[in-house]
C-alpha cells in the first residue's frame, strides 16, 4: 500500500545545515514533494522532484531522492530561525493528483 | 496572481448539523483537491475534482461529499456532524498537477 514515513523532531543551530529524511513504499510514485507548514497556516510548497531525477537544488534547498530506496531528503543550507516549522514530504503516484502525506518533521532552529 | 482562497477561515458547528466548506483555485487551474488535517491522523486526502468531474476519492465516509462548478470553484459538504471531524480542511489547486497550491484552510470545530 501507499505509506510515507518522517522522523518527528530535528533540531538545529542557527546557520547549520538542516537535513530532513523522508522513506515511501509507493514504486510507482512520479512526483514527490516537500512542504512548509507554520502554526496556523496552509501547507507552502517549497520544492518538488520528477521521480526520474535524482537530485534537485533550489536556492537553499537540496532534493535527494534515492528510488532504489524510496528514500528523499531535503537538506536546508544555512538554516534560519524562520525555518523553524513542520515540514511535509508528500508522494504523488499515477491516481491523479492525490497525494500521500509523511506526519512531518517539526524543525526547530535555535540561535 | 491571487493564491487559493478558502471561506469560511474559522468555524464552529454543533453535533448533527451539516456544514459546507468552499475553494476558490489559483486562475486557469482546473483541478482542485481536499484534505483533512488532524493532529491524530495527520493529512489525509478527501476528493479530487477536475473540470467538475471527481478524479479520485479517499477513504472517507459517505457524510463526506464535494462538488465542482464550471468556474473550477469547488466547495466540501460535510452531514450529521461528528466531533471526530473537526479539523483544518485544506483545499489545493493545480494546473497540470505536478504542483499544489494550498490554500489557508478553513478551522472546523464541532462542539
Known amino acids: 500500500g501507499e505509506d510515507v514515513e518522517q522522523s518527528l523532531f530535528l533540531s538545529v543551530r542557527e546557520g547549520d545545515s538542516s537535513v530532513i529524511n523522508c522513506t515511501y513504499t509507493d514504486s510507482s510514485s512520479t512526483y514527490l514533494y516537500w512542504y512548509k507548514q507554520e502554526p496556523g497556516a496552509g501547507l507552502q510548497l517549497l520544492t518538488y522532484?520528477?521521480?526520474?531525477?535524482d537530485m534537485k537544488q533550489d536556492q537553499r534547498l537540496t532534493v535527494l531522492l534515492n528510488k532504489k530506496d524510496k528514500h528523499l531528503s531535503l537538506r536546508i543550507a544555512d538554516t534560519q530561525t524562520g525555518d523553524s516549522a513542520i515540514y511535509f514530504c508528500?508522494?504523488?503516484?499515477?491516481?491523479?493528483?492525490?497525494?500521500?502525506f509523511g506526519q512531518g518533521t517539526e524543525l526547530s532552529v535555535k540561535p | 496572481k491571487a493564491g487559493v482562497t478558502q471561506t469560511p477561515r474559522y468555524l464552529i458547528k454543533t453535533r448533527g448539523q451539516q456544514v459546507t466548506l468552499s475553494c476558490s483555485p489559483i486562475s486557469g487551474h482546473r483541478s482542485v483537491s481536499w484534505y483533512q488535517q488532524t493532529p491524530g491522523q495527520g493529512l489525509q486526502f478527501l476528493f479530487e475534482?477536475?473540470?467538475?468531474?471527481?478524479?479520485n476519492k479517499g477513504n472517507f465516509p459517505g457524510r463526506f461529499s464535494g462538488r465542482q462548478f464550471s468556474n473550477s470553484r469547488s466547495e466540501m459538504n460535510v452531514s450529521t456532524l461528528e466531533l471526530g471531524d473537526s479539523a483544518l480542511y485544506l483545499c489545493?489547486?493545480?494546473?497540470?498537477?505536478?504542483?499544489?497550491?494550498f490554500g489557508p484552510g478553513t478551522r472546523l470545530t464541532v462542539l
Open positions: 508528500a508522494e504523488r503516484g499515477n491516481q491523479g493528483g492525490k497525494l500521500i
Open positions: 489545493a489547486s493545480s494546473a497540470q498537477g505536478n504542483e499544489q497550491f
Open positions: 522532484i520528477f521521480s526520474n531525477m
Open positions: 475534482y477536475f473540470s467538475e468531474t471527481q478524479r
